[in-house]
């Protein structure tokens, strides 16, 4: 062998070594993630000792205590409902859905020193009746907020309307919060990126602001036993990514169908025991993504149209307790997907009417 060969074969091996050592080193740098930063480590701890663990506190059976398992000693990063950024660090999202909490919280809690949060839910704790604590507002960059069945009462506060990144907002079943001072309409004009507004059984009982048809991102709606009044704004059918609508149990909401378009995304409309009256348009047959459809308990009326046997993919039908008159459309038996059929007393005046005894059937298939 020459002495340029064996060179060049000395200059390939370094070549070989350099590259494998760059892969090694990029492979090592992308995976090694920031630790928890000590503050927010010991923001979570404060959080954690200041609560107690109580099984009565959440009802989902899934629910166990998440806050057990944080120990001071290691990266909070990898505690369970913790989520750092993996640039930065900083804890992100917190998931402490079903975690039997239990006790009061207030605007000196530690939560609100978690400042980079985006994302947060403590649904299905019990917060023992406190306020929505106004120190929220310096969780400023969250998106999502679910304080979803947590026991919190009073007014929600202003700084909840300052939050103004919020795409998700779900305060559902608590029973005691009130959307008043200030009101639904404050907050739809503040909250302009909502997708997800879920306030049911939140006491509002105002009518509908109209401009709550502005928010053209929203793709559920429910604000079921929420003491609604007046008319409700037609406009908000036509709400261009509108899949989930549900107004129930509000006596003194009124209204009436649209004409719906063809390729409406609703795939739940839910009207029941509502003031909601009128006929029901045959266009509702252009629904074609709709598989819950409740207006029991209304004051619709005229014939039940035979566009119906159209929702292909219903799985959900209830029209009792109305004041419809006519044969009940063959079509219907063809709606393949249906699960539950409510019929029971289409019409006030005559429950036992020979045309509409259709007695309920729990499981339609
Ligand atoms: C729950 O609230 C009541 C009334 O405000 C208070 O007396 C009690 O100490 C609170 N319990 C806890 C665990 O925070
Ligand atoms: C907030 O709650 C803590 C106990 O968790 C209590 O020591 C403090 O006094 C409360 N602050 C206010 C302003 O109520
Ligand atoms: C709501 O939308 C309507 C029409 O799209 C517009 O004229 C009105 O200014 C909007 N209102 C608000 C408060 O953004
Ligand atoms: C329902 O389907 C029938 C054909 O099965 C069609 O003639 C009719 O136009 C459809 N109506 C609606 C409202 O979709």
């Not at 739940?268 to 252009?286: A, C, D, H, Q, V």
């Not at 249906?338 to 499981?363: G, M, T, Y």
Request: aromatic content about 10%; glycine content about 6%; some cysteine.
């Amino acid at each position: 062998m020459g002495l340029s060969s064996c060179f060049f074969s000395f200059i390939r091996l370094l070549l070989w070594l350099s590259l494998f050592h760059l892969t090694l080193l990029a492979h090592f740098t992308s995976s090694v993630k920031p630790l928890c930063h000590d503050d927010e480590r010991s923001s979570l701890l404060q959080f954690k000792e200041s609560l107690i663990i109580n099984k009565f506190a959440s009802i989902e059976p899934s629910a166990y205590p998440k806050v057990v398992s944080w120990k001071a000693d290691k990266d909070c990063c990898s505690w369970d409902g913790v989520t750092c950024s993996e640039i930065t660090g900083h804890l992100i999202e917190l998931d402490l859905t079903s975690s039997y909490l239990y006790g009061s919280i207030n605007s000196s809690s530690s939560l609100f020193h978690l400042v980079h949060l985006e994302w947060l839910s403590l649904s299905d704790n019990d917060f023992n009746g406190s306020k929505i604590p106004s120190a929220i507002k310096n969780l400023s960059r969250l998106s999502y907020l679910s304080l979803y069945n947590s026991s919190f009462s009073g007014q929600i506060p202003w700084e909840v309307l300052e939050l103004s990144n919020l795409e998700t907002l779900d305060l559902t079943f608590n029973f005691n919060l009130k959307l008043q001072k200030p009101g639904l309409r404050s907050l739809v004009e503040k909250l302009t990126y909502l997708k997800v507004l879920a306030l049911g059984h939140v006491n509002i009982s105002s009518p509908i602001p109209d401009i709550l048809a502005n928010l053209s991102s929203l793709t559920t709606l429910s604000l079921k036993g929420c003491q609604l009044q007046g008319k409700f704004p037609t406009k908000i059918f036509q709400l261009p990514n509108l899949r989930v609508l549900s107004m129930r149990f509000n006596a003194g909401l009124n209204g009436s169908l649209p004409e719906f378009e063809n390729n409406t995304p609703l795939e739940e409309l839910r009207l029941g025991s509502t003031g909601f009256s009128g006929e029901i348009p045959y266009s509702i047959g252009n629904l074609n993504s709709l598989q819950i459809l409740d207006l029991s308990n209304c004051s619709f009326f005229g014939s039940i149209p035979p566009s119906l046997g159209n929702l292909t993919k219903i799985r959900l039908l209830y029209l009792n307790q109305n004041g419809f008159s006519g044969e009940l459309p063959t079509a219907i038996g063809n709606l393949s997907s249906l699960e539950e059929l409510e019929l029971s007393a289409l019409r006030h005046d005559d429950e036992r009417s020979s045309v509409f005894a259709v007695q309920p059937k729990p499981s339609y298939r």
